[in-house]
């Protein structure tokens, strides 16, 4: 195809709708509206870029606010703010003892007195109940007095400070102060402000080792926050600023700056309206007490809190764990001052006189004590040991030492409960004789042959009960709980007190020899049954429980009867013989009427004496153990003595002790119902000697004449001598005297 052809058949180029402007003319000025605009000044292009980024700043805040508030949770309370330790208390709501660290006692706020509230929010935060939960405006004004050298300060609220005490820490970081803003936002939405400041007062630190207001209330002024004085809280609440600095006994120096403190908390109570400027202007500075050492669980503190632990968690009122976690206020029945008198008896007669240099054996030499009211079954005191953080093992509690003779008039109690008779079919009273001779076997036993040995392989030939009590004729006493039957002694004595699981508490003729290994307290728990008449008040170390104010339920303690009071009284009878003319003389030292018994384990590895007033029951052992390896040994030659019998040392120890813990009650005599044929007269005073029975209590002096003494016995006993018992004839009608009696 042709060009010319091509270009007749081409479209024309389109209309572009303005006529093209002729490159040889110059151009058209631009239009008004097209001109360009002046630039804005400097401020005014700062001003606007400040509130861009105002704006921007505030946007950021704004989404930083709801991320943390979305982020940030309630976390559950620090390991620190849950911490509390048990309180023990003695009988009369003093501090006995704390089994923590942190020392915190949590209590609701109705305990806490009204002015001890408000003094708190007077120091802290006036307008805690009105304002919201956190205060930007104060944090920024604490946070520029810091900066600028007005010193440092917190700007927190108290809700604000609970956060931190109760769910984070004492760091000083960014990143928990602003856990603690969101937390304590959150906070106000789930809790009450009494719900807030109760947390506060229970998680605030006093000074002195006090972590909330009870804690303080007891360390400046020894009292229950309930009884703190309007001016005692001004003062708890001063502390809160500087717990160190301010407490006024250990800084003195400071006192001008603690009243100026204290000023301001009331002067703001004030201003409140929470105290009339007459009530104000009558109050004066409560000094508080000094400061004291931590009740921890040194000398006798740790055995009490053991004891009582194993009490509540052995009685299911509380569970090991539960017992473990705190907060518990435990009210003992110890006596303060009885606590103390067995302290000072077992150190006058016992510890202060150990010379393990001179004496090799006074370094086996442990102590263990208890004493019970008959008439309540509380016990009064407790000697666990010499002190709990150098010896563990309480010496009150532990069941791992023969009992020996103090075990016997278990056995007699049982004959005259069951009405027992001999193999002769005689009824057995103090006067029924029995044979007393050296390894005689049991009769009418269909076990295995048993012929216990006496003490030194003795014989006694025919032998009334009471004078076979006093010298602990094993022959006697064997074939007696074959008599009543041992399987009844063994009931006897746990329906007096021994718990039976008591090891070798066993039903055989062996048992009336004691090798069952009843503890002190135990003991101290029969023994109190028998002072009762054979009426049983549980044993019981716990007066009161509270955990957080709310009370734990005690068992009941109502006393019932045990055994009958005539064989229990006639067990008394036989017994005040013991103390009166017997080798347990050393207990007359306690200038009151006394029933006791002596005794002695295999070996002499122990010492027992057993002994009760109508008031008081209280037993008192020396046992043997090597402090390196634990191995029982025998106390031969402890305290320079040959041998530690229960009428040494330990009887004296019962004397000082009963004597000084009955020193303001009355002299009461027994009111015995003896069983029919028991009626004994009184016997003759023992002769003037040491106020204490002698450096072993009567029982060791006999070594140079024992068989003088024995021989004549025995001459008594065969020729019928009027002062030994009458014919020597046994039954419902024998009356003779007695005359002083000796024991073993």
């Known amino acids: 195809m042709s060009p010319s052809v091509r270009s007749s058949s081409a479209a024309p180029p389109p209309d572009p709708g303005w006529e093209p402007r002729d490159p040889t003319l ?58 509390q330790s048990n309180l023990y ?97 959150k906070l106000e939405r789930e809790k009450t402000k009494d719900e807030i400041l109760q947390g506060y007062l229970n998680t605030s630190y006093f000074g002195r080792n006090a972590y909330g207001v009870q804690a303080a209330a007891h360390a400046y002024y020894g009292k229950d926050v309930e009884r703190l004085t309007p001016a005692e809280g001004a003062y708890l609440a001063a502390l809160l600023k500087a717990p160190s600095a301010y407490d006024v006994t250990t800084h003195p120096e400071n006192r001008p700056a603690v009243l100026a403190r204290w000023a301001y908390v009331l002067d703001g109570m004030v201003g409140e309206g929470w105290l009339t400027p007459g009530e104000r202007a009558a109050l004066r500075f409560p000094d508080p007490q000094t400061a004291r050492p931590g009740t921890g669980l040194s000398g006798q503190r740790g055995y009490v809190v053991q ?85 563990y093992v309480n010496n009150a509690t532990r069941r791992d030492y023969q009992v020996g003779s103090t075990f ?77 039957g041992p399987a009844h002694v063994r009931r006897t004595a746990v329906a007096l007190g021994l718990p039976g699981t008591t090891p070798d508490l066993t039903a055989s003729p062996s048992i009336a020899l004691g090798p069952a290994t009843a503890s002190v307290l135990d003991m101290a728990q029969a023994y109190a049954t028998l002072a009762a008449h054979g009426r049983r008040g549980d044993h019981t170390l716990v007066a009161a429980i509270s955990r957080d104010g709310e009370q734990l339920p005690l068992p009941s303690a109502e006393p019932r009867q045990a055994v009958g009071r005539e064989a229990a009284d006639t067990t008394t009878a036989v017994l005040r013989g013991v103390v009166e003319a017997g080798t347990g003389t050393a207990a007359m030292a306690a200038g009151r009427p006394a029933a006791g018994k ?79 044929g028991a009626d004994l007269p009184e016997v003759p005073p023992v002769p003037d000697g040491p106020e204490d029975g002698g450096e072993d209590g009567g029982e060791n002096d006999r070594e140079g004449d024992r068989d003088g003494d024995k021989e004549r016995d025995r001459e008594r006993a065969e020729e019928g001598d009027e002062g030994w018992y009458g014919t020597g004839e046994a039954g419902p009608g024998a009356k003779p005297a007695r005359p002083g009696r000796r024991e073993r």
């Open 26 to 83: 110059p151009a058209p000025p631009p239009r008004a509206d097209a001109r360009r605009r002046p630039r804005a000044s400097l401020p005014r292009r700062l001003l606007r870029a400040a509130a861009g980024l105002f704006l921007l700043g505030g946007v950021l805040l704004a989404g930083a606010f709801v991320a943390g508030y979305l982020l940030v949770s309630i976390p559950a309370a620090n390991a620190a703010a849950l911490a």
């Open 89 to 185: 208390l003695y009988r009369d709501g003093t501090v006995l003892a704390r089994d923590g660290e942190v020392n915190r006692e949590n209590v609701r706020l109705d305990r806490i007195p009204l002015p001890v509230r408000q003094a708190v929010l007077a120091a802290e935060d006036r307008d805690f109940h009105t304002s919201r939960a956190v205060d930007p405006k104060a944090m920024v004004r604490a946070t520029w007095n810091t900066v600028t050298g007005k010193g440092r300060q917190s700007g927190s609220t108290i809700t604000q400070q609970y956060v931190k005490n109760y769910y984070l820490g004492q760091e000083q970081t960014l990143t928990r102060k602003a856990k603690e803003f969101f937390i304590a936002i």
């Open 307 to 391: 004891a009582v632990e194993e009490y509540l968690t052995g009685r299911g009122i509380v569970d090991e764990k539960t017992l473990a976690g705190g907060g518990f206020r435990i009210v003992t029945t110890l006596d303060p001052d009885r606590q103390a008198a067995l302290v000072r008896a077992v150190e006058d007669r016992v510890t202060h006189r150990l010379d393990p240099a001179t004496h090799p054996s006074d370094r086996y030499v442990r102590a263990g004590a208890a004493a019970v009211e008959p008439a309540t079954g509380r016990v009064v005191a407790l000697y666990g040991g010499v002190d709990y953080t150098r010896q």
């Open 408 to 484: 016997k008039p278990f056995v007699f109690t049982a004959a005259v409960q069951s009405g027992a008779r001999t193999q002769y079919g005689e009824p057995i009273t103090p006067y029924t004789l029995y044979d007393g001779t050296d390894r005689r076997p049991v009769e009418g036993w269909a076990g295995a042959p048993y012929d216990p040995a006496n003490e030194d392989g003795e014989s006694y030939g025919e032998i009334p009960v009471g004078t076979a009590t006093d010298l602990s004729v094993n022959a006697v006493y064997a074939q007696m709980a074959v008599d009543v």
């Open 598 to 676: 002596t005794g002695t384990a295999e070996d002499d590895k122990a010492a027992w004496f057993a002994g009760y007033t109508p008031e008081l029951a209280t037993v008192v052992a020396l046992m043997g153990q090597d402090p390196e390896t634990g191995r029982q040994e025998p106390l031969y030659g402890a305290l320079g003595l040959p041998r530690v019998n229960g009428g040494g040392p330990p009887a004296e120890i019962w004397a000082r002790f009963t004597r000084e813990a009955l020193a303001d009650a009355p002299v009461r005599d027994f009111d015995l119902h003896l069983m029919p």
